[in-house]
């Protein structure tokens, strides 16, 4: 069985995903604190995705900088994945543990990471008809990591691979609910406020009066 470092355990999952997982899972590795970091990266790969696209590449028309879209599409996003395949998979009897969804996702998130910082620094010395190298970045960690997240999950809760696509595609329902009763809830905070305050508003004008 391999021994590996913190790090050397994500370079093992990235290039063996069908038997890396099964190892992480077997030694009962994997970093919480580096994971967190990953997601960390994620964000800033959002960011320089957004902003620090070369010229030509970039499609964003928006002048003012909004960075919590960017917090949605990475963290937020992030944390309803794990959310939602933990409580689909303790339907589906998956044994894979909350801290163990988060640490095998992360990791399988690294060759998306790193792909779109590459493409990201092509496209600042490449032209347009060289765009071929930008999508190719792209795709390539797009689909790597898709690759990994379904090995991770297969490995995680030990389903078979059909079983795995279906927690996934559960999983991807239950996080569309998850994030829509949060903005039912964040507008429903948003009127008990505009409520109290108004009265609060209206009772401190009368009592000046």
């Not at 928006?62 to 794990?82: A, D, E, G, H, R």
């Not at 792909?115 to 765009?131: G, L």
């Not at 960690?141 to 079983?163: C, E, F, R």
Request: glycine letters at 4%; aromatic letters at 18%; hydrophobic letters at 55%.
């Amino acid at each position: 069985m391999y021994e590996f470092s913190t790090l050397g355990w994500v370079r093992h999952v990235i290039f063996h995903p069908s038997e890396g997982f099964e190892d992480l899972r077997w030694k009962k590795q994997g970093s919480i604190k580096l994971s967190i970091i990953i997601v960390v990266l994620l964000f800033v790969a959002m960011v320089a995705n957004n902003r620090m696209v070369g010229f030509a590449f970039n499609t964003n028309t928006v002048k003012v900088f909004n960075v919590v879209p960017l917090i949605v599409q990475s963290v937020v996003y992030f944390i309803t994945w794990c959310i939602g395949n933990w409580c689909i998979c303790t339907l589906l009897d998956g044994e894979g543990t909350f801290r163990k969804i988060v640490i095998y996702s992360a990791y399988a998130l690294v060759p998306y990471i790193f792909c779109t910082y590459i493409a990201v620094i092509f496209s600042n010395f490449i032209i347009k008809e060289e765009s071929i190298w930008f999508t190719f970045f792209s795709y390539l960690g797009l689909g790597w990591s898709v690759v990994l997240m379904i090995s991770a999950m297969k490995a995680v809760h030990q389903y078979s691979l059909t079983k795995t696509l279906v927690s996934i595609f559960l999983t991807l329902v239950a996080m569309l609910l998850i994030l829509f009763l949060a903005i039912l809830l964040l507008s429903l905070f948003q009127q008990v406020y505009v409520f109290v305050y108004t009265v609060y508003t209206e009772i401190a004008y009368r009592i000046r009066g």
